[in-house]
């Protein structure tokens, strides 16, 4: 059980806040997505999720780019590799520990 | 049954496609083509046009696909985005895409020699090749439900079956049946489209231009 416990407290805790785990999942299945998408999928004010994502670009986690379309500006958010990695090896350890505790 | 929050979020992603009813508009699209091409054929049936038949059947499945797919992006580019956000899907790369492709040609070739087959053995008494349509259509829509976990794709495969059933005991001479199958399945999805798009752009306004996002 101590092992058990150990191995939680190992997760990567930049993804263990439920708002950033799901900002990564989502940018997990596309290719890109933009602010307005994350924010209506998070439920997140435009200030909370702008420090999420900031937090996850510090990281190496994911990639902002700021760009026009039309005449709305567009914040596009993509994955990078690293983050992608550490988004399968969260889920992994999350089962991992789902699994022990069975 | 997806319980895991992070899998919802996932698959709320995955059915964004389908979120503002241009997937079925372009279906239906595609099916009115195919409504038409069937009437066409049989219209054309003692001309020296019918010897070419199969290459319009080509440019309808090659051309008016990429056409539709256009302007279903063109919709979500004016109407969608801006409104519930961008979102650019991943396509497959590499082996993943090689696999698709090999997959879709051997299922569309399929497909095509079991219709041949059909309309060749067709005997008197039932339409065979609108039923087995009806059925394929049906069960590529169950996929979709089953992938996206929507709902409203199984009432397109019910209504896809109780089309073919139904023009398979009315069994139309020259495929008249096909005709109306494509054409009463196209209407309806189009029918259905334009609801879903309706309703999609009463509960999402389009956004004010300067407060778009952060």
Known sequence: MMSDLRSLTEVDRLLHEPSRAVIVA?????????????????????GNLSAHLTKLQEAGYIQIEKTFRGKYPLTLCRLTDTGRQAFQAYRQKLRQFVEQTK | MVTDPLQQAQQRTL???????????????????????????????DSWLSNIMFVFFLLIMIGGGF???RLVM??????????????????????????????????????AALIVFLILNSQAGFDWTTTVTGLIFSAVLVFLAWRFRLLRFLAYAVLSVGLGVVLGFANWPHNFGLVLYYGALGLSMLL?????????LRQNPAPAEASHDE
């Open chain 2, 74 to 111: 063109m919709l979500k580019e004016h109407v969608t985005f801006p409104r519930t956000g961008y979102v650019s899907f991943a396509h497959p790369t590499g082996a993943r895409q090689w696999k698709r492709m090999l997959l879709l040609s051997a299922f569309s070739a399929f497909l």
């Open chain 2, 192 to 200: 259905a489209g334009a609801v879903i798009l309706g309703n999609y």
């Open chain 1, 26 to 46: 989502i940018l997990a299945t596309v290719e890109s997505a933009d602010f307005v998408f994350l924010q209506r999928e998070t439920n997140l004010t435009k």
């Open chain 2, 15 to 45: 059915r964004y496609w389908y979120v503002d009813g241009t997937f079925e508009l372009s279906i239906g699209g595609m099916c009115l083509l195919l409504a038409a091409y069937f009437y066409a054929e049989i219209l054309l049936a």
């Open chain 2, 67 to 69: 056409l539709i797919n």
